[in-house]
């Protein structure tokens, strides 16, 4: 069992910069692909970034890429999305996700445990 807990979300002008943490419990970290997905007001959560298990380059939605990196450090069981150039359409409830030895995936259903999200609002 993973448990997932999501930090660093906020309130920030556009053309600023965040980092989301999402912190996992458990002793086989490394052995979770991980993913980032967000959900906005009124709309369906969405696939934002995610990385295999092994490790490997991310991969970003096309909304993202350019302006987000998703790392992961398994010495600290920890996976990190940084939130860079954000805009207004960047505010959401940013999750993360676990996904036992997956490749990491842009479908939500693949991911086995959730955290409970950070709000990141970017005002105009």
């Known amino acids: 069992q993973v448990q997932l807990v999501e930090s660093g979300g906020g309130l920030v002008q556009a053309g600023g910069s965040l980092r989301l943490s999402c912190a996992a419990s458990?002793?086989?970290?490394?052995?979770?692909?991980m993913g980032w997905f967000r959900q906005a007001p009124g709309k369906e959560r969405e696939f934002v970034a995610a990385?295999?298990?092994?490790?490997?380059?991310?991969f970003y939605a096309d909304s993202v890429k350019g302006r987000f990196t998703l790392s992961r450090d398994n010495a600290n069981n920890t996976v990190y999305l940084q939130m860079n150039s954000l805009n207004p359409s960047d505010t959401a409830v940013y999750y993360c996700?676990?996904?036992?030895?997956?490749?990491?995936?842009?479908?939500?259903?693949?991911?086995?445990?959730w955290g409970q999200g950070t709000q990141v609002t970017v005002s105009s």
């Open positions: 996700a676990a996904d036992f030895q997956g490749s990491g995936s842009r479908a939500q259903y693949v991911y086995d445990y």
């Open positions: 458990g002793r086989t970290f490394s052995s979770y692909a």
């Open positions: 990385i295999s298990w092994r490790g490997g380059a991310p």
